[in-house]
């Protein structure tokens, strides 16, 4: 069975960079047709795709995003890292990896869902 859990802390302040990471677990991370991936999820909006990652380290990006937004990935460790830099408090959000096979797009199709985590941008 395959399970996502997302780290990595609550608070960040104004400017600077947001970094958490997803650990995969029950195999799949190797495979290379998944992809993994960031969504977000602010107050009063809907689910926000920030980018995926598969295996080899093929990267996508939303383009409203893409200038402030890195994924990379681990595989000893079968984990995969979101940096988004220069927070502002609209960056505020549950955030939340995802992974499944197909295309690396999109925010609401994918088969593994972490259980997601709060981060708020605040001084």
């Known amino acids: 069975q395959v399970q996502l859990q997302e780290s990595g802390p609550g608070l960040v302040k104004p400017s600077q960079t947001l970094s958490l990471t997803c650990t995969v677990s029950?195999?799949?991370?190797?495979?290379?047709?998944?992809?993994w991936t960031w969504i977000r999820q602010t107050t009063g909006k809907g689910l926000e795709w920030m980018g995926a990652?598969?295996?080899?380290?093929?990267?996508h990006y939303s383009p409203s995003l893409k200038s402030r937004t890195s994924i990379s990935r681990d595989t000893s460790k079968n984990q995969f890292t979101l940096q988004l830099s220069s927070v502002t408090p609209e960056d505020t959000a549950m955030y939340y990896c995802a992974g499944g096979p197909g295309i690396p797009y999109g925010a609401t199709w994918w088969t593994y869902w972490g259980q997601g985590t709060q981060v708020i941008v605040s001084s």
């Open positions: 029950g195999g799949a991370f190797t495979t290379n047709y998944y992809y």
């Open positions: 990652i598969n295996y080899s380290g093929s990267t």
